[in-house]
């Protein structure tokens, strides 16, 4: 079979759009480096794709590169799919370039072609030169020419005045890249091309690890596989688009990355709602996405064993099912910096191992089509030193039960473990903002905003802990009241307690372990309870009357002096600050409050 080569590389303007780098009459020399092909050396009468020109007067160039020799061979025959040489055996075998020279003008030894002197160049510098083999850009700048099996190629092209303005090594262009245009594909939205893509990633030696795309529009209808060379650079000129919509199916995804060192940047990925799924990565390290555009997917981006210092900047997931998704055992040291993560039913799921994993300045912004979602989901096997550090959570709809950020540890022995929340702004119409469901020790919640809690069934911090385990929450702000909602069942806070604040109302209710709680008997007496502390020792709580309607009274368990002791409070501003022991209450001062 003859391959076609097809080419005119296109170069990026000023604007998104790419221009035509090359002109008419730009000629281009060509030469065989190497033998890559899968048919037969006994293949002596090769097809060609129908539609090609041939003519019987013309001479086909048959360049043998790993001989550095060439014969002309004429053609006995040609037909729609077909050619068959003068000669009886052809001088042809795996990797030659054949290069369609048009009519031999001239009689005798010495042919001379329809462009004039044939000139090939042995090296990318044009230090030597073999005459007998060149094609010429046709009037859009264009070439083309035919090869026998998938042989690889340097190709020197000179302007109209002979200046050497490309070098192309093996499909490549003079700085050692591969242009998937290169290989056939067209980029025009219709055509499959995946073929020519998976060419192109095939092409990749550990020498040459460079493919780019054009900013065009390429249509992908089975899943590429990279390069296995570790360091491989994948870039999109002008963010081109992956259109991955046709024929993959639920579990496939449009790329997979393996190989250490992988980078893929600038594209867009567009599933287009047909539940296909973006790009995998799967037991490698040193991973870097840059400024990739997930969109209309399944799971945009899923880490499989990922691990060492993987870097993920400036993603985009609009409108996925999950956006990002921890599978499989475990993932380490994975950094995500100024992503967005929007209009999905949920941003980050987790139910692996997990350790060292940070987003900084992102994005999370969900949409669940259903009640009872997560916007950040970490239900781990266990989760050591994760951090969210200047990130922004918004999800939920009002109605719905939805939370921001929920974190839970599988086992006591397999917790989340000191995980931190720092200087995050959390905003939307969340059950609660942070639910920690269990199993957490350590968690530090610092220097964040909270607004638009569901509150009073709601709440920005919800705290559960069978287990006592400390939590460190410090420098919170509340913008909507100025009152932090917490609930603290069963842990034992460290920090800033004061910030920790509630007003309480009703008849009978039940406060806080510790903080400030605030008493209004504006519209009835108040009998509350003050239940035992935990394990946790040197904890103050304060209880102040804000609206003295009517007296009221706290009953505290397990004071050092009756339990209950019971605090009457009948003006305004009388307080009783408390201290846990780690067994037991004591009163520290009572201002104006009885016993």
């Excluded at 939205?189 to 990749?204: E, H």
């Excluded at 992102?362 to 970490?378: G, I, L, M």
């Excluded at 009953?555 to 009756?562: L, Y």
């Excluded at 501003?573 to 520290?588: F, K, Q, R, S, Y």
């Amino acid at each position: 079979m003859l391959s076609h080569r097809q080419n005119n590389v296109l170069k990026a303007t000023s604007g998104a759009s790419t221009e035509p780098q090359f002109a008419a009459s730009y000629v281009v020399y060509v030469f065989s480096v190497g033998a890559y092909a899968n048919a037969a050396s006994s293949d002596t009468t090769p097809t060609v794709d129908a539609g090609h020109s041939f003519a019987a007067t013309h001479k086909m160039l048959i360049w043998d590169g790993l001989a550095a020799t060439f014969v002309a061979e004429g053609l006995a025959s040609v037909t729609a799919t077909g050619l068959t040489f003068s000669s009886a055996t052809p001088s042809i075998s795996l990797g030659d370039l054949l290069v369609n020279l048009g009519a031999d003008t001239a009689s005798g030894s010495t042919p001379a072609f329809d462009a004039g002197t044939q000139v090939i160049w042995s090296d990318p510098d044009g230090s030597t030169a073999i005459t007998g083999n060149k094609v010429t850009t046709d009037a859009t700048g264009n070439y083309d020419y035919y090869y026998k099996g998938d042989g690889r190629f340097w190709e020197v092209i000179t302007n109209a005045s002979g200046t050497v303005v490309s070098v192309i090594d093996g499909f490549g262009d003079s700085n050692g890249r591969f242009n998937v245009c290169d290989f056939g594909a067209a980029g025009d939205g219709t055509t499959d091309d995946t073929t020519a893509i998976q060419s192109a990633l095939n092409a990749v030696t550990a020498s040459h690890e460079h493919v780019v795309f054009p900013s065009h529009t390429y249509v992908v209808t089975a899943a590429l596989t990279l390069p296995a060379f570790n360091f491989v650079v994948i870039e999109g000129i002008g963010r081109p688009t992956l259109d991955v919509s046709s024929t993959l199916g639920t579990s496939d995804y449009a790329v997979t990355i393996a190989q250490r060192g992988t980078k893929l940047r600038n594209f867009f990925i567009d599933g287009a709602a047909a539940n296909t799924n973006g790009i995998k990565i799967t037991g490698a390290s040193q991973v870097q996405l840059e400024d990739v555009y997930l969109q209309d997917l399944k799971d945009a981006l899923t880490l499989i064993n990922v691990n060492d210092s993987s870097a993920f900047t400036s993603l985009r997931c609009f409108n996925n099912t999950r956006d990002v998704v921890f599978a499989t055992t475990k993932s380490t040291s994975c950094r995500f910096h100024d992503c967005m993560f929007e209009e999905s039913d949920q941003a980050v799921y987790s139910n692996i191992a997990l350790t060292n994993i940070v987003f900084r300045d992102c994005n999370f912004k969900s949409q669940p089509a259903s009640a009872d979602t997560k916007c950040v989901h970490f239900d781990a096997i266990f989760a050591i030193a994760c951090e969210f550090n200047g990130c922004r959570f918004e999800s939920g709809q009002s109605g719905t039960t939805v939370y921001n950020l929920w974190v839970e540890g599988a086992s006591a022995n397999f917790p989340v473990e000191a995980l931190s929340v720092h200087r995050c702004y959390f905003t939307g119409w969340p059950t609660d903002h942070i639910h920690v469901a269990d199993r957490c020790v350590g968690l530090n919640i610092k220097h964040n905003h909270f607004i638009n809690d569901n509150a009073p069934s709601g709440f920005d911090i919800n705290y559960n802990d069978t287990a006592d385990n400390p939590v460190y929450i410090e420098g919170n702000v509340e913008s909507d009241d100025g009152v932090l909602a917490i609930a603290l069942n069963g842990a034992a806070l460290l920090g800033d307690t004061q910030q920790i604040q509630e007003t309480v109302t009703a008849a009978s209710p039940t406060l806080l372990h510790w903080g400030v709680t605030f008493l209004d008997s504006s519209s009835t007496a108040i009998t509350a309870t003050l239940g035992s502390g935990t394990s946790a020792t040197g904890l103050l709580k304060t209880i102040v009357m804000t609206n003295a309607s009517s007296s009221s009274t706290v009953s505290v368990t397990n004071h050092e002096t009756s339990d209950p002791e019971v605090i009457t409070f009948a003006a305004v501003d009388d307080t009783a600050v408390l201290m846990w022991t780690g067994t037991e209450w004591i009163t520290i001062k009572l201002s104006g409050a009885t016993v």
